[in-house]
């Protein structure tokens, strides 16, 4: 998961520094847990298509990623639907399953030869026991998680697929490349063919400008 972004409503000066507080705060939030795992986790290396969770069993551990791109996988039916795409800065895990002690719902597989810090999830759970500033850190993190929850499922209901493609495109611009057009359309929930029309009629209504050419 992404360092998560906060808009805070700014009101004169007073606005401004309250604004200005929570911020730094969650920046130094994030940055003593990362610090932890770096302090703490075992750093591991995945090659791609390696399987870092399986669904279905219970996960006993999570990771930050370090470097590498991960893809979350709903298996059912010999089909695939993609919960989600993490990338460095994200951690991997599913909060469910270690907070309950259940089985996961979802595969987490990397896209791409990857590095991870990994921490065993009774000493990740330890964490947020021993100081409030880990306590907040995980109620902001679990927060982000609901929100962007609630904005793939509005998605699905609301957005058809070509609303959906184009937020795909707004959220994941700088790592489209590191996604397989397989994955993209398991993710938007649409077939391949049907993501390469709309990757064709999307350029067909915006084409790259021509490059200057000089003689």
């Known amino acids: 998961m992404q360092t998560s972004t906060y808009r805070w409503q ?3 000066t007073a606005g401004l520094e309250i604004s200005m507080t929570k911020i730094q705060s969650n920046e130094m939030q994030w940055k003593m847990v990362i610090q932890r795992f770096n302090e ?8 791609k298509k ?13 990771g930050y990623v370090k470097k590498g791109a991960f893809k979350l996988v709903y298996h059912h039916q010999k ?9 460095e800065g994200s951690f991997l895990g599913s909060i469910p399953s270690i907070l309950q002690k259940k089985p996961s719902t979802y595969s987490i597989i990397a896209l791409e030869p990857s590095e991870v810090l990994v921490l065993p999830s009774k000493k990740f759970s330890q964490l947020f026991e021993i100081e409030s500033i880990y306590q907040k850190f995980l ?9 962007k929850k609630e904005k793939r ?9 070509k609303q959906r ?5 707004d959220e994941f611009f700088e790592n489209e490349s590191r996604i397989s057009q397989i994955d993209q359309a398991a993710y938007l929930g ?8 709309l990757k064709k009629d999307s350029f067909a209504n915006n084409p790259l400008p021509p490059s200057n050419t000089f003689h």
């Open 10 to 12: 700014m009101t004169g």
């Open 40 to 47: 703490i986790g075992k750093l591991v290396t995945l090659r």
């Open 50 to 62: 390696e399987i870092f969770a399986k669904q279905g069993l219970s996960m006993d551990h999570i």
């Open 79 to 87: 089909k695939e639907w993609i919960k989600s795409f993490l990338f």
């Open 139 to 147: 109620n902001q993190f679990l927060t982000s998680l609901y929100l």
């Open 153 to 161: 499922v509005s998605e699905f209901l609301l957005l058809d697929a």
């Open 165 to 169: 493609y184009q937020n795909f495109i």
């Open 190 to 197: 649409i077939t391949n063919v049907a993501l390469s029309r």
